[in-house]
């Protein structure tokens, strides 16, 4: 990343593309306009699909930390009898399910 925030980075010489310098994409390896904030091959032309990817990402890492959170409390009060292997990944991947979507509705763009 640079100063402005860019996900894209020079991986080899800049090159010379129609006449403005082009650098290549760490992610998808394509060339991209070396003034670009985002690659509009990964992210979009507007920088939406990126936005919703990221955001489904960071919700489904919190929704997972709190869904094992929510089994462990869960498995602790019902006690270790009624808390068997299937509810407590059931509440995980739920909780982590319920991440993705809030996660990618907080980071969508209008």
């Known amino acids: 990343m640079n100063a ?3 996900r ?4 080899e010489p800049p090159t010379r593309e129609n006449g403005s310098e082009m650098i290549f ?3 998808c390896e394509q060339l991209v306009p070396a003034g670009s904030l985002y690659c509009p091959h990964c992210c979009g032309k507007d920088g939406r699909r990126g936005a919703l ?3 489904a990402f960071i919700g ?3 929704g997972l930390l709190a869904g094992g959170l929510a089994a462990a409390v869960w498995s ?6 009624q808390a068997t292997g299937e509810p407590v990944v059931t509440i995980t991947l ?3 399910a319920i991440g993705v979507v809030l996660g990618a509705i907080h980071n969508r763009k209008e």
């Open 4 to 6: 402005e925030g860019n």
């Open 94 to 96: 739920a909780c982590a």
């Open 76 to 81: 602790t009060i019902v006690g270790p009898e």
């Open 53 to 55: 990817r990221r955001g």
């Open 60 to 62: 489904g890492v919190f």
């Open 25 to 27: 994409c760490r992610s």
């Open 8 to 11: 894209v980075t020079v991986a």
